[in-house]
């Protein structure tokens, strides 16, 4: 069983930037596909990033392209969202999961971690 922990969340400025980590245990990471997913207040649980299992291929959503940079790390069982330019309109707690197949919707992850919560203020 993969067990899934996001860091790096915080309180930031409009403009300021993060970066978020995901540590895997448990599995063999080097051969899971990863995403970012984000849920704000209210709102469904929409997807941000995705990453296949040799970095590769890799997805963004319409609304962070530019912004936000996915990556991997397999020697260290970790996956990466750089997050620049950070709006208001970001604020969410942010999930990494994984999946044995490569999907850019929330459907289909087998593997989610607790999430850590971003907070961009205007």
């Known amino acids: 069983q993969v067990q899934l922990v996001e860091s790096g969340g915080g309180l930031v400025q409009a403009g300021g930037s993060l970066r978020l980590s995901c540590a895997a245990s448990?599995?063999?990471?080097?051969?899971?596909?990863m995403g970012w997913f984000r849920q704000a207040p209210g709102k469904d649980r929409e997807f941000v990033a995705a990453?296949?299992?040799?970095?590769?291929?890799?997805n963004y959503a319409d609304s962070v392209k530019g912004r936000f940079t996915i990556s991997r790390d397999n020697a260290k069982n970790t996956v990466y969202l750089q997050m620049n330019s950070l709006k208001p309109d970001d604020t969410a707690v942010y999930h990494c999961?994984?999946?044995?197949?490569?999907?850019?919707?929330?459907?289909?992850?087998?593997?989610w971690g607790q999430g850590t919560q971003v907070t961009v203020s205007s």
């Open positions: 448990g599995g063999t990471f080097s051969t899971l596909n």
């Open positions: 990453i296949n299992w040799s970095g590769g291929r890799i």
């Open positions: 999961a994984g999946s044995s197949t490569y999907y850019t919707i929330v459907v289909g992850y087998d593997y």
